[in-house]
């Protein structure tokens, strides 16, 4: 017997989960790291062409989402970073150890480097925040090079990827005008008894978990969903798949408008999925 769940049923309870149903709309920084702390993690920005929860989606009309990139890493009330999709990730930290454990290298950053994995100009951001940090944005401009517009991109592509390593973080920062980010190492700015949780995780263990988390997130997804997404290997995922299935840890279920089958929480009535979820058995 395989469930059937309509686009509509979907479409409502993402509406509620994400908060993007007019009722529930968020209106306040505290909503925000609500927001954040219900779902484990949520993007700034919805992606183009696909389905994720957002805060900015979840305001309305209105743009003081665009300052709690600052504001709340500044008073530490959630992580963020850009991570999945190379996108700024909200962070609770409940949820951090777990993507600590499932993306980070617990090598120092020094032997990263000397075992080839960062290359000169990363270990100079480095070693200059580790040495001088935190620093705004434009500190680290103006100490990385001649100013160009080349060694601007160049700076800014580095800063990206040391995040999707978790060896940088967003700490607070600059609000005013087109505002921008404060940084410093993850190592000293996220609490140390986080860092040490995460290090008692194995990464495939991590990596079931936020695939769980994932799909209770998005309400409905695929594999491939799940490793665009996480930037993961699509084999590793389809085998963590196949054992959170076996674990009746997600199920999977048709969606005729979708023309096919879909992972979904493990029990779709008995989940907090509330608004829809009516089963149909399929022979």
Known sequence: MEQEISL???????????????????????????????????????ISGAEL????????EQWTWWDWKQTLPERKACYYAKVLRRRGTFISW?????????YADLRPYWRQYRDGLLDRSAIQILDLLDTQGPLMTRE?????????????????????????????????????????????LVERWVPMRLRLAARKLPRCEARAKLIVRFVGNVVAATPADVAWVFGWERRQVNSLVTELLARDEMATARVPELG?????????????LRHGGRRQ???
């Open 8 to 46: 509509s049923e979907i479409e409502q309870v993402r509406a509620h989960r994400w908060r993007t149903a007019p009722a529930r709309r968020i209106g306040s920084e505290r909503g925000a790291a609500r927001f954040i702390s219900e779902l484990g993690f949520v993007l700034l920005m919805p």
């Open 53 to 60: 929860p957002s805060i900015r989606a979840s305001t309305g």
């Open 94 to 102: 409940e949820w951090f150890p777990l993507f600590y454990a499932a």
């Open 140 to 184: 680290i401009r103006l100490a990385f090079g001649p100013r160009s517009k080349g060694n601007t991109r160049r700076m800014k592509s580095i800063l990206v990827d040391l995040q999707t390593r978790f060896l940088i973080t967003a700490a607070g920062g600059d609000t005013e005008g087109w505002s921008h980010h404060r940084w410093d």
């Open 260 to 272: 096919g089958e879909v992972l979904v929480p493990a029990a779709w009535e008995g989940s907090g």
């Open 281 to 283: 058995a399929r022979r």
